[in-house]
Antibody, heavy 121, light 111 residues
Framework: QVQLNQWGAGPLKPSETLSLTCAVY????????WSWIRQPPGKGLEWIGE???????DYNTSLESRVTISVDTSKNHVSLKLTSVTAADTAVYYC???????????????WGQGTLVTVTS | QSVLTQPPSVSGAPGQRVTISCAGT?????????VHWYQQLPGTAPKLLIY???ERPSGVSDRFSGSKSGTSASLAISGLQAEDEGDYYC???????????FGGGTKLTVL
């Protein structure tokens, strides 16, 4: 069984740094990539990026300059930091497990409960 | 503007069959990347519905089926039930963007 439990601070003011953590309860933590995905209120899903057990990352190019995703292997935690936030970063943020299909791409098979982060002055 | 294009809404009566399309390009679905579908019920996290374009995870009803052809994919829902109301998203990988992409989502209304 796989469970993802996430938390983080909010609300934030413009220019502050968003910080979220996702605790992964899974015996196979080291075998997968772990992603962050966000959803602005009333809008669709946007992939933010991913990290694996060894700390290798991939980011959405539109957010790459402001995003850091990291892993704490001693706690099975995955963290997201997004700097210089604006109102446009207001969203529900989800962590999710990445399931790979080799050259056919990948999908997200387990999701956290979501954390609403509001950016307001 | 999402890279994958879905209709904003579809509707159907209980018991009917509806389909939701997901149009991509040669840099994503047309390259051969699979399409995956998620169901998001009101106030909840997305749930994986179809992976690998046609496969259902364990526990997902066989009323849900997926297909892919060329640069597009479809999700079919048969025997519509009131509990199916929610938002549906397609997802794939894009070579040009080097990352995962989602459709804009389709709101399903059961009349």
């Amino acid at each position: 069984q796989v469970q993802l439990n996430q938390w983080g601070a909010g609300p934030l003011k413009p220019s502050e740094t968003l910080s979220l953590t996702c605790a992964v309860y899974s015996a196979s933590f080291s075998r997968y990539y772990w992603s962050w995905i966000r959803q602005p209120p009333g809008k669709g899903l946007e992939w933010i990026g991913e990290v694996n057990y060894s700390g290798s990352t991939d980011y959405n190019t539109s957010l790459e300059s402001r995003v850091t995703i990291s892993v704490d292997t001693s706690k099975n935690h995955v963290s997201l930091k997004l700097t210089s936030v604006t109102a446009a970063d207001t969203a529900v943020y989800y962590c999710a497990r990445v399931a790979a299909l080799g050259s056919s791409g990948w999908y997200f098979d387990y999701w956290g409960q979501g954390t609403l982060v509001t950016v307001t002055s | 503007q999402s890279v994958l294009t879905q209709p904003p809404s579809v509707s159907g009566a209980p018991g009917q069959r509806v389909t939701i399309s997901c149009a991509g390009t040669i840099s994503n679905i047309g390259t051969g990347y699979d399409v995956h579908w998620y169901q998001q019920l009101p106030g909840t996290a997305p749930k994986l519905l179809i992976y690998g374009s046609t496969e259902r995870p364990s526990g997902v009803s066989d009323r849900f089926s997926g297909s892919k052809s060329g640069t597009s994919a479809s999700l079919a829902i048969s025997g519509l039930q009131a509990e199916d109301e929610g938002d549906y998203y397609c997802q794939s990988y894009d070579n040009g963007l080097s990352g995962s992409i989602f459709g804009g989502g389709t709101k399903l209304t059961v009349l």
